[in-house]
């Protein structure tokens, strides 16, 4: 075990210094196998590198919360907007058309009702993933909770034996507690624990100083769009987080509970994959809403 006796805040991370990359688009994937980067391939453009993901997975823990009353009536008119979708596997099966052959990245733990026990989580059978041809498994990870933190580490651990062993990636998304700070040192603990217990993705959260848990995390970084906010300042997020080294976003309520959901996936992918600043894509999505 590493001796706490000395253990000094990071300060040298290379920001602004480009990584030797092993001549593949996705971070951190040079030396994986044929079938992980053939899956990672379908979540990360090529062309780019960058992704956007549409999460819709929130009814697993919130019931029909607003905007997924009805994934068949809010969800699938996105779906061909997005270049992957995250949700559960029971939605998957009886509401998402296989004939959009899109990537599925599939909410692979569970949870409860009870907010307190979000990450008291169990993993899924990975034969089960298999069956449904998904392209990842998403996974929870509470970082700093006494409660939950071993048992999702493990969780991760797991899943990324299975996923090596498959070639299905897993992402390990971090969870944030109500007494957990939301900042660059609790989220590049986070995304830097995912990345180390085999993560082959990590979804966080865009904060102050987001570039250096960017440098310090050795696989691609998507930023949770959290909370709803007005539209214009979800783009300058998604804007910010891209620039700032993150490889795409994985929006759900920002997407599906705006005012005109089509338009602003639209221009959230033209922010990610273009590069339109926030007032260019603003504009892109009134114009795409009238």
Not at 21 to 37: C, D, I, P, T, Y
Not at 171 to 198: H, I, P, Q, S, W
Not at 214 to 242: D, F, M, Q, R, S
Request: proline share 4%; net charge negative; hydrophobic share 45%.
């Amino acid at each position: 075990m590493a001796d706490l006796d000395d253990l000094r805040e990071g300060a040298n991370f290379g920001l602004g210094v480009t990584s030797k990359e092993q001549g593949f688009h996705v971070r951190g994937a040079g030396n994986l196998s044929w079938g992980m980067k053939d899956r990672l391939s379908r979540i990360f453009s090529p062309q780019t590198g960058r992704t956007v993901m549409l999460a819709f997975d929130h009814g697993f823990i919130m019931g029909p919360t607003s905007g997924v009353e009805r994934v068949d009536l809010n969800i699938l008119p996105l779906a061909s907007y997005a270049d992957c979708l995250m949700c559960t596997r029971g939605i998957l099966q009886t509401t998402i058309p296989p004939t959009f052959n899109k990537p599925i990245c599939l909410r692979s733990d569970a949870g409860t009702t009870i907010l307190t026990q979000l990450n008291d989580n169990v993993l899924m059978d990975i034969d089960d993933a298999i069956r449904m041809n998904v392209s990842a498994m998403a996974l929870m990870l509470s970082i700093g909770d006494p409660q939950f933190e071993a048992k999702t580490v493990a969780n991760l651990f797991k899943a990324a034996d299975l996923g090596s062993r498959y070639g299905i990636p897993i992402m390990g998304v971090t969870a944030v507690g109500k007494d957990m700070a939301r900042d660059a040192r609790y989220f590049g603990l986070a995304a830097r624990v995912c990345a180390e217990n085999g993560a082959n993705i990590v979804k966080t959260y865009y904060c102050d100083g987001f570039d250096k848990v960017v440098a310090a995390c050795p696989v691609p970084i998507v930023i949770a769009g959290g909370k709803k906010l007005p539209e214009k300042e979800a783009l300058e997020l998604a804007y910010n987080a891209v620039n700032e080294g993150a490889a795409g976003v994985d929006m759900g309520r920002n997407v599906f509970q705006s005012e005109s959901p089509v338009a602003m996936i639209q221009a959230v992918h033209a922010v990610v994959h273009d590069g339109l600043n926030p007032d260019a894509a603003y504009q892109l999505f009134r114009d795409l809403a009238e």
